[in-house]
């Protein structure tokens, strides 16, 4: 009976001890999703607000080759007026300085087939195009971000910080003939690309109502929503939807719903 009893109180012993463990693992485990989240905890909010960022305070971006063909795509928003809907969009591919080896610099949000490049907002605008059959406009600098990552997201920093306004050589011809736009832009330190709002600034759009579209690598929408309504007030601005940079390429239903819930078909 004794040794019944020491054996029963050895086995409880052992199981405590196995479950014991088995909770510090799991807690781990959590821990270690947190630890992603970690990953997102170093990331320090820079006053761009919800900015992604790693711990040396870079946008966390997904890293892809680039490849050598990026030019600024055309445009057809040329004042004909085809459609009512203008797609609006900037992109970093198609706003940088590719140089001839461009193969070498490892860059983010570049997307590859054959040899063209897209950016992830071109993606997008064009699944926005092939839905609304609207008229696609590429907002373009005139002086280029550096071809090299960092480059741009220093250069980045310094314009947000500026409050500048980069100069752009792209212009719609007759912003008149639509009413509605469908804005697209990556999320650059927690809200809009400066040259986005230059172009914002640029027109009036006053009475037309803008959808907004952002991509990014993990701040969605940031505060960009809240900064487009200060700038056009007097806009209606609709529900946005966020894409994650890496999820572009496969994003054409989502665009799709979104585009169709949003009644600007209608
Ligand atoms: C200058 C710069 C700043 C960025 N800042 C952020 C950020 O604050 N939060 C975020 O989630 N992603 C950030 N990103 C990542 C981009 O938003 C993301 O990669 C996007 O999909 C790029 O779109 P694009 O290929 O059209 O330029 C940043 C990228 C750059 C180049």
Redesign the pocket.
């Known amino acids: 009976m004794e040794r019944k009893n020491s054996t029963k109180r050895i086995f409880t012993v052992m199981l405590s001890l196995i479950l014991l463990i088995g909770a510090t693992a799991c807690g781990n485990s959590s821990g270690q999703s947190e630890g992603g989240q970690d990953t997102i905890g170093q990331i320090e909010d820079?006053s761009?607000g919800?900015?992604?960022?790693d711990s040396a305070g870079e946008?966390?971006?997904?890293e892809r080759e680039t490849g050598t063909e990026a030019e600024a795509p055309e445009n057809t928003a040329d004042g004909v007026g085809t459609s009512n809907i203008l797609i609006a969009?900037?992109?970093?591919?198609g706003n940088m300085d590719f140089d001839e080896d461009i193969d070498a610099v490892t860059s983010?949000?570049?997307?590859m087939d054959g040899s063209n490049v897209?950016?992830?907002?071109?993606?997008?605008a064009e699944m926005a195009q092939e839905t609304t059959g609207g008229d696609l406009f590429f907002i373009e600098t005139v002086e280029k971000?550096p071809a090299e990552?960092r480059g741009?997201?220093d250069?980045?920093?310094t314009e947000q910080n500026d409050d500048a306004r980069p100069g752009l050589s792209s212009h719609v011809e007759n912003m008149d003939v639509y009413d509605t736009i469908v804005l697209?832009?990556?999320?650059?330190?927690?809200?809009l690309?400066q040259p986005v709002v230059t172009f914002l600034e640029e027109y009036d759009f006053s009475g037309k109502t803008i959808l907004p579209l952002?991509?990014?690598?993990?701040?969605?929408m940031?505060r960009s929503e809240s900064d487009i309504a200060s700038i056009c007030p007097e806009a209606q601005l609709l529900d946005g939807l966020s894409?994650?940079?890496?999820d572009?390429g496969s994003a054409q239903t989502e665009v799709e719903e979104w585009i169709n819930n949003s009644g600007i078909l209608e």
Do not use: M
């Open positions: 820079h761009a919800d900015s992604t960022v946008p966390v971006v997904a969009y900037f992109s970093r591919v983010a949000s570049v997307n897209s950016g992830n907002a071109q993606l997008l971000y990552y741009t997201t250069q980045a920093k697209i832009y990556p999320n650059w330190w927690g809200t690309p952002c991509t990014h690598e993990g701040s969605k940031g894409v994650r940079g890496s572009a």
